[in-house]
């Protein structure tokens, strides 16, 4: 699977931005996604994540009521709505794909930079 993260830039705080994931190689149906962040010295965290058919979802605490994360599986493509965002969610967002079925076939994206100002 390769996945195509795009989205990311340079925001002052209170603003928004939506990172998009595409992939190919594998039916994206069958792929339960994610998007994990890491931020400058600290491991890697995952934010958000999405199950194969959308119904069920996760945010992470500090993302709840901010962040939305959402899937067109026509486009095979994941979104992660970043709003009323903060310099705490500086950091690169990583967009991760596993078999829904086959935790080990697990895959990652390039990684896009979302910097926030205060």
């Known amino acids: 699977v390769q996945l195509q993260a795009s989205g990311g830039g340079l925001v002052q705080a209170g603003d928004s931005l939506r990172l998009s994931c595409t992939a190919s190689?594998?039916?994206?149906?069958?792929?339960?996604m994610g998007w994990f962040r890491q931020a400058p010295g600290k491991e890697r965290e995952l934010v958000s994540s999405?199950?194969?058919?959308?119904?069920?979802?996760y945010h992470a605490d500090s993302v709840k009521g901010r962040f939305t994360i959402s899937r067109d599986n026509a486009k095979n493509t994941v979104y992660l709505q970043m709003n009323s965002l903060k310099p705490e969610d500086t950091a690169v967002y990583y967009c991760n794909a596993v078999h829904t079925l086959i935790s080990t076939l697990n895959y990652w994206g390039q990684g896009t930079l979302v910097t926030v100002s205060s």
């Open positions: 999405i199950a194969d058919n959308g119904r069920r979802k």
């Open positions: 190689g594998r039916p994206f149906r069958s792929l339960d």
